[in-house]
């Protein structure tokens, strides 16, 4: 039994170390191989996230905003819509209390 035990350890050594799994091209010149350590490759670096301010109230002169089929005035900046505020003047960054405000309502 331990004979068997012993023969099937050879064998499965012997098939896992074979060539089969080494790739048949020219010789290998092993002084050019070279070996990395885990603790010596750095981290990849990522991008800087550009930290950008968006202003909530911005002043824009009406000759350069857009208007609205219905009257009202917008301007867009850096992706982002703002709305003309009809009591101050000023365009405000849209959020959802402009549905209901009377001062974004077209006049």
Do not use: E
């Not at 039994?1 to 050594?13: D, F, N, R």
């Not at 981290?43 to 219905?70: F, H």
């Amino acid at each position: 039994m331990k004979i068997a035990i012993v023969i099937i350890i050879l064998l499965v050594t012997c098939y896992s170390c074979s060539k089969k799994s080494v790739p048949a091209t020219a010789s290998i010149n092993t002084s050019t191989v070279i070996i990395k350590d885990s603790s010596a490759i750095a981290a990849p670096v990522g991008k800087k996230k550009n930290i950008l301010t968006i202003p909530k109230i911005i002043s824009v002169n009406d000759a350069i905003a857009k208007k609205t089929l219905d009257g009202r005035y917008y301007y867009d900046l850096q992706g982002r819509r703002y709305w003309r505020n009809n009591k101050d003047g000023k365009y405000h960054l849209f959020n959802k209390v402009m549905y209901t405000d009377d001062a974004y309502k077209p006049q």
